[in-house]
């Protein structure tokens, strides 16, 4: 029962270094998300995906990639890291319905100092 | 494009006392709408939902929530909390064929003995 997968767990970088924050899941679901959040402030949508090519902005993009080469991976690039990006992330799928529950991993921490 | 406030940021708790965390909307069409729980460095995970029919929902530990179309809230009640109900609430909306969640702010629900 692995669901969605993200790693790191918890990262550090130095301003300007680049990353690619990973997710995978095991349910072939469609539908794939990418959410920031800071205290406070809930949940933000960065990216998401409909499937395996299509990807679309969120409401906070700048600053932030993604491809989405297979149904499993969505995974999150930071080229440029700035102290704005310090935040706990998310990322989440579900099925093609869109109705059915978000599916959550457990984060990656990340500071940018 | 539709919003959720949730009204309260904190509320403390003792154990066995009731609990209300609210939840008012804002959009121009039908919702659909969705109470998720974080326990610490988790994940969100679904607690309820409500998609159409009876407007009162129910999960499966106790917690419960009502749809109220005319005043758009979605108010989420558990008549006798547990320290393990210790935990952030987000509520969170979407709209019919638009699968993206837009989420409140959270409420942080701490549960004393």
């Known amino acids: 029962n692995a669901g969605v997968t993200q790693t790191p767990k918890f990262r550090i970088l130095k301003i300007g270094q680049s990353m690619t924050l990973q997710c995978t899941q095991d349910m072939n679901h469609n539908y794939m998300y990418w959410y920031r959040q800071d205290p406070g402030m809930g949940l933000k949508l960065i990216y998401y995906?409909?499937?395996?090519?299509?990807?679309d902005k969120g409401e906070v993009p700048n600053g932030y990639n993604v491809s989405r080469s297979t149904t499993e991976d969505f995974p999150l690039r930071l080229e440029l890291a700035a102290p704005s990006q310090t935040s706990v992330y998310f990322c989440?799928?579900?099925?093609?319905?869109?109705?059915?529950?978000?599916?959550f991993g457990d984060g990656t921490r990340l500071s940018i100092l | 494009a539709q919003s959720v406030t949730q009204l309260d940021s904190q509320v403390p708790v003792f154990e066995e006392a009731p609990v209300e965390l609210r939840c008012n909307y804002s959009?121009?069409?039908?919702?659909?709408l969705f109470w998720y729980v974080q326990y610490p460095n988790q994940g969100l995970q679904l607690l309820l939902k409500?998609?159409?029919?009876?407007?009162l929902v129910e999960s499966i530990n106790g917690f419960e929530a009502e749809f109220n179309k005319s005043q758009t809230s979605f108010h989420l009640r558990k008549p006798s909390v547990h320290i393990s109900d210790t935990a952030e609430y987000f509520c969170?909306?979407?709209?019919?064929?638009?699968?993206?969640?837009?989420f409140g702010a959270g409420t942080t629900v701490t549960v004393r003995a």
């Open positions: 409500y998609l159409s029919g009876s407007t």
């Open positions: 989440a799928s579900s099925s093609a319905t869109g109705l059915e529950p978000q599916h």
């Open positions: 969170a909306v979407s709209v019919y064929n638009d699968y993206k969640l837009s």
């Open positions: 959009s121009s069409v039908s919702v659909y």
């Open positions: 995906s409909v499937g395996a090519g299509i990807t």
